[in-house]
C-alpha cells in the first residue's frame, strides 16, 4: 500500500482541533451530467446498496443513471436557489454558525468546517487541509441523528479509508449518533411550537423519517429504534398523545420492501379518512433537502390535498435555527471533552462561569424546598 504524499503538521497552530460537520452530499448542479456523477458515486457505495456487485453494476450503468439523471435533474431544479443547492446552503451555514457559537464559548483553539460524503467538498479533500491547517484533533459530527449502516457507517468507512493512506493521522473522535439528546429534541419541539404559535395545531403530527430497506432492519441495523425513539422523545416533550401524531418512512427506492408506514399512501390514507389537516416535519434531515423540500413540501402535499385533506402545512428542517446551533455546540462538547480546545486564560473564564452556574442552582434548589 501507498502512503499518500502528505504535508506535516504546522506546529504552533492556533487551531489544533477541528469539528467536521459531514453531511450526504448533493449534486454541484441541477443538471443531467452532474446527478449521473453524483448518483453514481453514491449508488456504488456498497454501504447504500448490498446487492451483489457485478449484478448491481449492470442495474446502475444500465437503467438507473440513463433514466433518473434527468428525472432527477428536473426535481433539483425546482428547489435549487441562487446561493446552489439547499442541502449545503444549510450544511455550510451550520458550520460558519457552530464555529462562532463555540468560539464565542470560549474554544479558540478549534474551527468549525463540512465536509460531503459524496461529491464535494469531499472528505478526502477536507482531512488534507485540515492537516495541512496543523490539525492534530478530529471531530467528526455526521448530519444524520440516527444511526444507520447506510449513512453514518459509510462516514466512517470514508474517514478510515482516507488514514489507511496517511502515515502520521491525527487523533479522531466519531459522533454515532444523538437521535435521543436533549439539545437535538429540545431545537425539534422549538420548532414545532414555532410553527404552531404562527398557524395553529394540526389534526395530525405526521414524523417522516428517510426510509431504508426492511431488511437491514432485520439484520441489526439500530436505525429504526432510534427513529421511533426520537419520536416518542419529541411527542412526549410536546405532550401530545399517541393517536395526535404518527411515524412513517419516505424516499423508498426500488422494488424492495422498506421500513413502514410509508409516508405518500400513509398522507394519502388520511386524506381519504377526512383528516382536515396535517403538519409534516422530517425530524431524522437536520438541514433541508431535495427529499423535504420536492417530496414533502411539493409531492406528498399534493397526494393529500388530492385524496381530500384540507390544509397541508410543512414544518422546515433545523437548519440554522438557533435552539439547533445550541443543540450541536451541546453535543460537540460533550465529546470533546478532555480535549484542550481552550485557551488557558478561556478556560479558566469558564470553569468559573460554570462554578458560579452551579452557586446559583444551588441556591435556587434550596429556596424552592
Ligand atoms: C438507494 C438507497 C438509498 C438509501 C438506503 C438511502 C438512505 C438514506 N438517505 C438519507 C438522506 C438523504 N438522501 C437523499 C437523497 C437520495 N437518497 C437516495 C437513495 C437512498 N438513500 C437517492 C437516490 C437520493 C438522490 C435523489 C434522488 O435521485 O431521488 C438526500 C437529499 C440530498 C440532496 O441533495 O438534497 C438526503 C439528505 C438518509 C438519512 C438515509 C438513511 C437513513
Ligand atoms: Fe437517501
Ligand atoms: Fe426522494
Not at 449484478?55 to 438507473?64: A, E, K, Y
Not at 459530527?141 to 496517511?166: C, K, M, N, W
Not at 411550537?193 to 439484520?219: A, Y
Not at 381530500?308 to 443543540?327: M, Q, R, S, T, V
Amino acid at each position: 500500500m501507498a502512503f499518500r504524499k502528505e504535508p506535516p503538521y504546522t506546529h504552533g497552530s492556533p487551531a489544533s482541533t477541528a469539528v467536521v460537520l459531514v453531511n450526504l452530499g448533493t449534486p454541484d448542479a441541477p443538471d443531467a451530467p452532474s446527478l449521473r456523477r453524483y448518483l453514481r458515486q453514491f449508488l456504488s457505495d456498497p454501504r447504500v446498496v448490498e446487492i451483489p456487485r457485478a449484478v448491481w453494476w449492470f442495474i446502475l450503468n444500465g437503467i438507473i443513471l440513463p433514466f433518473r439523471s434527468s428525472k432527477s435533474a428536473a426535481k433539483y431544479a425546482s428547489i435549487w436557489t441562487e446561493e446552489g443547492s439547499p442541502l449545503r446552503v444549510h450544511t455550510q451555514r451550520q458550520a460558519a454558525a457552530l464555529g462562532v457559537q463555540l468560539a464565542a464559548r470560549g474554544h479558540h483553539q478549534l474551527q468549525v468546517t463540512y465536509a460531503m460524503r459524496y461529491g464535494t467538498p469531499s472528505l478526502p479533500q477536507v482531512l488534507d487541509q485540515l492537516k495541512e491547517q496543523g490539525c492534530t484533533r478530529i471531530l467528526v459530527l455526521p448530519a444524520y441523528p440516527q444511526y444507520s449502516g447506510t449513512t453514518t457507517a459509510s462516514i466512517f468507512d470514508a474517514v478510515f479509508e482516507h488514514y489507511r493512506q496517511v502515515r502520521n493521522i491525527p487523533e479522531l473522535r466519531l459522533i454515532r449518533n444523538y437521535h435521543d439528546q436533549d439539545g437535538y429534541i429540545q431545537a425539534l419541539r422549538q420548532s414545532v411550537l414555532d410553527h404552531w404559535e404562527l398557524n395553529g395545531r394540526p389534526d395530525k403530527l405526521v414524523m417522516s423519517f428517510h426510509g431504508v430497506p426492511k431488511r437491514t432492519l432485520l439484520l441489526g441495523d439500530p436505525y429504526h429504534c432510534e427513529c421511533y425513539k426520537t419520536a416518542r422523545l419529541l411527542a412526549q416533550s410536546l405532550g401530545l398523545s399517541e393517536g395526535e401524531y404518527l411515524v412513517t418512512f419516505q424516499s423508498r427506492f426500488g422494488k424492495a420492501e422498506w421500513l413502514q408506514p410509508y409516508t405518500a399512501p400513509t398522507l394519502q390514507e388520511l386524506g381519504r379518512q377526512g383528516v382536515r389537516r396535517v403538519d409534516v416535519m422530517c425530524p431524522g434531515f437536520t438541514s433541508d433537502c431535495l427529499e423535504t423540500l420536492e417530496e414533502i413540501a411539493m409531492e406528498v402535499k399534493h397526494d393529500f390535498l388530492q385524496a381530500g385533506g384540507k390544509e397541508f402545512h410543512f414544518i422546515p428542517c433545523l437548519n440554522e435555527a438557533p435552539a439547533w446551533i445550541g443543540g450541536m455546540v451541546e453535543i460537540v462538547e460533550q465529546h470533546l471533552a478532555g480535549w484542550p480546545t481552550m485557551s488557558n486564560v478561556a478556560a479558566r473564564d469558564e470553569a468559573a462561569r460554570q462554578a458560579l452556574i452551579s452557586v446559583e442552582r444551588a441556591k435556587a434548589l434550596g429556596a424552592s424546598q
